[in-house]
């Protein structure tokens, strides 16, 4: 195979292998040619009639911006000519009945992260392929670990594809000369230690004690647990916050907090958190609410909310640790966590 096959070529190769391969790779192969098409889209802006007018609020009241609905349109065509029995789209209230008995489902955020746009900051595309179960709607209330595939579009600098598929993630890189993904980087593994955290710090007031604690002894530095100073990183973009850490490595958290609309997380736990967690753990890292695995959950409804954790396995495991060590939801901003347990027992 040539050492940098395009993603068709590189999807043939791999779907002899898979099971229901051939449709799976139909699945991928469509919703690339949906992201070059709004690559290009987001790129023209305005020059496309695309000025980020409000459009409303979507199913979980969140505001939607013109190229939001123009995002879910593209990338809801695309899967209605492909293997695919059912969409659950942030963008729209209700799961979408396609072809019953097409062999897989498929949780997608169409453009996560257009507020981001008017900053000219990396936007993306998350999706998530489970098979369909005994019936299209069901598939979606099983755990993450059905998933069979999962990626990530990123539009930013360069397009880029991170597609986490026969357990391995690979990243690809849009050639715009030739209008498709090209294979860039094989099997990419997650460094194992990096001085690193991405959180929005505006919200400590809010934190339980765990997320508390573990960002205060990194913000200590070479004189708290960690032993070492460390660097803080917040994009503010899920997809920008991924591919830093398949990159560079570190954690990423966005923690539920004391606010009513947070308790449970604000990241879905479908077509964020799932397919997210998947490429995590596939690159050798891990994905928690700091309680429990997200690959292990499933999800109450089609827009259900959840805390993420994500990154280095190590990082994850020291926030899982502190969270076992406290008590659910919250506890008092002035509750001395580390006089009772510490991140090295």
């Known amino acids: 195979m040539d050492q940098t096959p395009s993603l068709d ?47 409303g609020t979507n199913s979980g009241g969140d505001a939607q911006i013109d190229l939001d609905i123009a995002a879910n349109t593209l990338m809801c065509s695309a899967l209605r000519d492909a293997p695919v029995a059912a969409i659950v789209s942030e963008e729209t209230d209700l799961p979408e009945i396609l072809h019953t008995e097409a062999e897989f489902c498929v949780a997608i955020d169409p453009l996560d992260g257009s507020a981001n746009l008017a900053n000219n900051v ?3 595309t998350i999706f998530s392929i489970r098979p369909r179960s005994r019936d299209a709607l069901s598939s979606f209330f099983e755990p ?8 990530c579009f990123i539009y930013g600098p360069q397009t880029t594809l991170v597609l986490a598929l026969n ?17 860039i980087r094989r099997n990419v593994h997650i460094p194992a230690h ?7 710090m505006s919200n400590r007031r809010h934190w339980n004690s765990a997320v508390r604690a573990y960002i205060d002894q990194c913000l200590l530095g070479a004189a708290g647990e960690h032993g070492e100073d460390f660097n803080m990183r917040w994009i503010g973009s899920l997809v920008a916050e991924a591919f830093r850490i398949l990159t560079r490595g570190g954690v990423f958290l966005y923690p539920a907090d004391a606010r009513r609309s947070y308790r449970e997380g604000r990241l879905r736990l479908l077509y964020e958190a799932h ?4 490429i995590m753990e596939w690159a050798g890292g891990a ?5 429990d695995r997200i690959l292990d959950l499933c999800a109450r409804m089609p827009h259900q909310r959840v805390p993420l954790i994500m990154g280095s396995a190590r990082a994850v495991r020291d926030l899982d640790v502190l969270h076992q060590g406290t008590r659910p939801l919250f506890e008092s901003s002035d509750a001395p966590l580390f006089a009772r347990r510490g991140l090295f027992l």
């Open 194 to 200: 990096a001085a690193e955290f991405a959180i929005n």
């Open 9 to 55: 070529v590189y999807l043939d190769g791999v779907a002899p292998s898979l099971p229901q391969g051939n449709a799976l790779a139909n699945v991928v192969s469509r919703l690339a040619k949906a992201a070059v098409e709004l690559a290009d889209l987001i790129a023209a802006g305005p020059f496309a009639g695309i000025e980020g007018r409000s459009s």
């Open 122 to 124: 990396s936007t993306g």
């Open 287 to 291: 994905a928690s609410t700091g309680r």
């Open 144 to 151: 993450g670990t059905t998933q069979r595939a999962a990626g």
């Open 275 to 278: 397919p997210i967690a998947l």
């Open 167 to 183: 357990g391995s993630v690979d990243v690809f890189l849009l050639d715009r000369r030739k209008g498709e993904f090209v294979l």
